[in-house]
């Protein structure tokens, strides 16, 4: 009996038709391995997942492979987007034993959750160097029934190893400026100044280090980070990372050059590129940083928006080809020069095929290319370039479109939150900041029970069963502390307050270090705690800026103790390996710079507080925080925000209040002068 089938999770659901008796991840499923005295195989994934399906396809499907899986295991299939504490604990053991990781994960354990053996992808026979799926099968079941001894010597070091990578890193003070500098130096090293980005092939966006390097220079002036980030954002907008057509981002480059995507789109990604490109402009002007932020979130609100008012997870890599009528990765996307032609006509076609960069030859499989925007391209009109666009995009949406995987994730809808709310207010877009307030709304109705925790997901309006990890109630907490300062209503303020003080009461060691999951969590072979960023801000770091935000916001010395102490294992990894902790270097940028805190008072029909207000949000200074209201009320109270007590109108104006390390500029009345004190502090 494959037990998948009332799930919520689109992963999940795939498998349920598998002819492999999978259970989801409880306990009664080691109580079977340890009844019937037969290890447990965890295969671990996530729904947008190419390699994923390829594996389901070639193994899980296959009846033969399954009948074996069945007689001699105990399956266990796990969403790792619904369950990233289990999918963490066992990576890490992954990537110790292997040097590598990547999903699927293939882990064989003990019935006590004790792992033996590990892997990603294998395929059906043995092929460039790795074994076939079911001699791994086959060697493990040897091993478990003729060698238990060793099996379980294995078994019990991997998890002594696993213990013994506690991190101490709570005695480290916060970063100083010092440690900023190496970080950049670090990166420097490492940046790809022909092709943007850092590192080779694959190549993944940067998001959290761009984020980082726009803050360095706001805080410092440094032009050589600023040049890192506009340089390799342009690459990335001008490669086939990113949809030419319908916008959004890809996960990410097959190639160095960012020619190729692997096509998923993950609502991670382009919720925090969304806000990167968005701050871009506010730093430059750039039009390409403009249009590229409206166009990824016109993307996410168009594509990943679901009935409820959330956003979905991620779009798939595949989608049918209709020539071949298989699932083929990248079908919804591709062209080739005839297919440009047959949609444009000849005139069109030919400049479209220049203008993206289309090959005879393809520049992806099949002779078909991915659009891109070369920098040689030829010079052509912009009207008669936006009309081709519109045309493309409507002949591509006959095709056969990616499945979408409707589960919402609390962490990053927090996210895309923060984003939307700062591109409705940079752009005056006011759709946007309407459906990132619904989607804070569905967080605090669906995810946030009545004592504030929170959910991790949920799906179709029906919250799930697994309870929200760090990283959630960091991101949500940061988005709406986003929507706070876009839309001025304190309950914003309030819930988040909330999230943070359960960061405060259920994730943090003694010694300000945070763990993945809560206190009360279930029990793993390892209780997770990682400060390294992924694909998105690391729980770590992530509450550690809601936490200082939270605390610019209200004065509360606690929250600003608890980030800074968290932030130490910032000043201990952010010089050796920035690539990997950029959001905690980007909240030390705006430690270090106070945070500003920005109170903007005035009566709400004033196009001069309203005009102020714009001016506070694009001030440049790291992770400053914004109130805006009325002036204080007769009985001395401070409205919704406490920045707000005990600032007084000047001359009857609406008037900024700026202050830094319990030091406040002169209140003003002028959008330039306030514009000047929220501007880069020059060495």
């Given amino acids: ?69 069945n007689e001699h295991f105990v399956n266990i299939k796990v969403d790792r987007e619904e369950r990233p504490d289990v999918d963490a604990v066992y990576m890490e053991a992954v990537q110790a034993a292997t040097g590598q990781g990547g999903w699927p994960m293939t882990v064989f ?85 022909a092709r943007g980005g850092f590192g080779g092939a694959p190549k993944f966006p940067p998001s959290m280090v761009l984020e980082f390097l726009l803050r360095h220079h706001a805080r410092t002036g440094s032009e050589g ?139 992806f499989e099949h002779g078909k290319s991915v659009l891109q925007l070369p920098q040689d391209g030829p010079a052509a009109d912009a009207e008669r370039i936006a009309r081709i666009r519109a045309r493309l995009l409507a002949a591509r949406e006959t095709r056969p479109a990616p499945g979408r995987d409707d589960k919402i994730v609390a962490a990053w809808n927090g996210l895309a939150i923060a984003a939307l709310a700062e591109c409705g207010a940079f752009f005056e877009r006011p759709d946007l900041v309407e459906r990132a307030t ?23 309006g029906q919250v799930g069963a697994n309870a929200g990890v760090l990283e959630d109630y960091g991101d949500v907490a940061e988005g709406f502390l986003a929507l706070a300062s876009v839309t001025g209503e304190g309950v914003w303020l309030e819930f988040a307050g909330f999230l943070v003080d359960l960061v405060l009461d259920r994730f943090t060691a003694e010694d300000g270090s945070l763990y993945d999951t809560a206190h009360d969590a279930e029990r793993l072979i390892r209780r997770p705690q990682d400060p390294t960023d992924t694909a998105a801000p690391s729980g770590w770091t992530a509450a550690a800026g809601a936490l200082l935000s939270y605390a610019a916001h209200t004065g509360s010395e606690a929250h600003r103790t608890a980030a800074e102490r968290a932030l130490g294992v910032v000043h201990a990894l952010g010089p050796r390996v920035p690539r990997f902790i950029g959001h905690g270097l980007a909240v030390a940028e705006a430690l270090l710079d106070g945070p500003r805190e920005v109170a903007v008072v005035g009566h709400p029909e004033d196009p001069a507080r309203a005009l102020l207000h714009r001016t506070a949000l694009l001030g440049t200074a790291p992770g400053a925080v914004v109130a805006t209201g009325m002036p204080r009320a007769a009985d001395g109270s401070g409205g919704e925000f406490p920045l707000l007590a005990e600032r007084t109108l000047v001359h009857d104006l609406p008037t900024a209040y700026v202050c830094r390390h319990f030091v406040c500029a002169r209140p003003t009345t002028d959008p330039v002068e306030l514009a000047e004190q929220l501007g880069a502090v020059r060495p």
């Fill in 225 to 363: 980070a600023l040049q890192m980030a506009a340089d390799t954002c342009e690459a990335m907008a001008r490669g086939g990372i990113y949809d030419q057509l319908g916008g959004g981002f890809a996960r990410y480059s097959v190639d160095r050059e960012w020619v190729v995507p692997h096509f998923e789109k993950m609502l991670y990604d382009n919720a925090l590129l969304c806000r990167v490109y968005a701050h871009l402009w506010r730093a430059t002007g750039s039009e390409l940083a403009r249009r590229v932020a409206l166009e990824t979130a016109d993307f996410m609100v168009r594509e990943l928006r679901t009935e409820q008012g959330g956003f979905a997870s991620a779009l798939d890599a595949d989608s049918e080809d209709p020539q071949s009528g298989r699932h083929v990765e990248g079908a919804y996307y591709a062209w080739t020069p005839a297919q440009l032609r047959e949609v444009l006509g000849e005139d069109d076609g030919n400049l479209a095929v220049a203008h993206f960069g289309v090959t005879e030859e393809g520049t």
């Fill in 109 to 193: 354990l003990t019935a006590d959750a004790e792992p033996f053996y590990f892997g990603t992808y294998f395929p059906p026979e043995p092929r460039h160097g790795m074994p076939s799926f079911r001699q791994v099968l086959e060697g493990v079941r040897t091993a478990w029934e003729g060698r238990p001894e060793e099996v379980a010597d294995v078994a019990q070091r991997i998890v002594r190893d696993l213990a013994g990578r506690q991190l101490d890193y709570g005695k480290a003070g916060a970063p100083g400026p010092e440690e900023m500098a190496r970080a950049l130096l670090a990166l420097t090293r490492e940046y790809d100044a």
């Fill in 438 to 460: 619904e989607a804070a709304d569905l967080l605090v109705r669906l995810h946030m029970d009545g004592r504030a925790r929170l959910a991790r997901t949920s799906k179709d």
């Fill in 1 to 69: 009996m494959n037990r998948l089938a009332t799930s919520q999770s689109p992963y999940l659901l795939q498998h349920a038709s598998n002819p492999v008796d999978w259970w989801p991840w409880e306990q009664a499923a080691f109580d079977e391995a340890k009844r019937r005295n037969v290890p447990v195989l965890l295969s671990v994934g996530y729904s947008a997942c190419h390699w994923c399906h390829v594996m389901a396809h070639e193994s899980f499907e296959d009846e033969a492979a399954a009948a074996y899986m």
